[in-house]
């Protein structure tokens, strides 16, 4: 997770909230920002657990 959002979370948020850090689960190799994941990695939870519920 990216550090300055995190704390930023961290610092100031409603009770309950979850972190999403947009950074994280967009397409890496895409040249361009916060773009759509393939479909693999949105099956693949950012902490390592799958998506499936």
């Known amino acids: ?12 948020r409603l009770a309950g909230a979850q972190h999403f850090d947009i950074d994280e689960v ?8 916060h773009m759509i994941p393939s ?3 949105f099956q693949i939870d950012p902490r390592g657990q799958d998506g499936s519920g």
């Open 1 to 12: 997770m990216s550090g300055e959002g995190r704390a930023a979370f961290l610092g100031e």
């Open 26 to 33: 967009s397409e890496q190799s895409s040249p361009y920002p």
């Open 39 to 41: 479909h693999h990695r």
